[in-house]
C-alpha cells in the first residue's frame, strides 16, 4: 500500500494556459474525491467519483474544470484557461469500498498562476 | 446544509503542556462521523481521530482525544504531552454516515509548539 500519489507535486503556469493534474488512489479504493484548499482556509469539494462514474459535482467546478476517471482506476484533473483565482493546493483522496468516510490524502498539487 | 467551525485561527502550546482545540458544527443529519485531521507545512494531510455520532465515548489515540458533545454539536481535540511535532495544521472535519457526502472541513487551526 504506497497510499495517495498526486503529480505533479508543483505547477507554475501562466494565465490563460491549461493544465492536468493526476492523481493515484491507493489501490482497490473504488472512491475518489478532488479537493481544493487555498491559503488559510480548510479543503473544499471540488467532484468525486465511484468507479468511473462521476457522482457529483460542486458549484466551486466551474465549466473549465473537467475530472474524468477513466476505468475507474487513476483520475485526472483538468483546469482549462486557468486564471489567478485558480492558484490553490489541489487534494486527491480516496476510500475504500464500504467505507466512504475514511478518506485518505494524497501530497496534493501546489498551483500557482501567474 | 452542513457547517464546520473552528473559531481559533492559532493556538500555541509549551512542549508536554496540554491543549484544546474546538470545533462546532451543524448537521441535520442523525448519524455522521467527526474526524481531526492534521496538515504539517509542506506535507499531505493525515488522519488524526475519528468519532462515530452514535457513539456516546469519547475517541481517543494514544496522546489525542476528544471531548463529544452531541447535544450541543460541539467536538474538541485535546493534545497531552505537546511535542513540537504536533505543531501543525489541525482541521476538524465532517461526513454523513452513508459516505456518500464529501468531508465538510473547518478552517484549521494553526498549532504552534513551544520549546
Known amino acids: 500500500d504506497t497510499g495517495v500519489s498526486q503529480n505533479p507535486r508543483h505547477k507554475i503556469t501562466k494565465r490563460g494556459q491549461n493544465v492536468t493534474f493526476r492523481c493515484d488512489p491507493i489501490s482497490e479504493h473504488n472512491r475518489l474525491y478532488w479537493y481544493r484548499q487555498t491559503l488559510g482556509q480548510g479543503p473544499e469539494f471540488l467532484t468525486y467519483f465511484q468507479n468511473e462514474a462521476q457522482l457529483e459535482k460542486s458549484r466551486l467546478l466551474s465549466d473549465r474544470f473537467s475530472a474524468e476517471r477513466p476505468k475507474g482506476s487513476f483520475s485526472t484533473l483538468e483546469i482549462q484557461r486557468t486564471e489567478q483565482g485558480d492558484s490553490a493546493m489541489y487534494l486527491c483522496?480516496?476510500?475504500?469500498?464500504?467505507?466512504?468516510?475514511?478518506?485518505?490524502f494524497g501530497p496534493g498539487t501546489r498551483l500557482t498562476v501567474t | 446544509a452542513q457547517t464546520v467551525t473552528q473559531s481559533q485561527p492559532e493556538m500555541s502550546v509549551q512542549e508536554a503542556e496540554t491543549v484544546t482545540l474546538s470545533c462546532t458544527y451543524d448537521?441535520?443529519?442523525?448519524?455522521?462521523?467527526l474526524f481531526w485531521y492534521k496538515q504539517p507545512p509542506s506535507r499531505q494531510m493525515i488522519l488524526v481521530i475519528r468519532?462515530?455520532?452514535?457513539?456516546?465515548q469519547n475517541a481517543t489515540e494514544n496522546r489525542f482525544s476528544v471531548n463529544f458533545q452531541k447535544a450541543a454539536k460541539s467536538f474538541s481535540l485535546k493534545i497531552s504531552d505537546s511535542q513540537l511535532g504536533d505543531a501543525a495544521m489541525y482541521f476538524c472535519a465532517l461526513v454523513h454516515d452513508s459516505g456518500n457526502t464529501p468531508l465538510v472541513f473547518g478552517k484549521g487551526t494553526r498549532l504552534s509548539v513551544i520549546a
Open positions: 468519532q462515530e455520532a452514535y457513539k456516546q
Open positions: 483522496a480516496s476510500s475504500p469500498r464500504g467505507n466512504g468516510y475514511e478518506q485518505y
Open positions: 448537521t441535520s443529519e442523525s448519524d455522521y462521523y
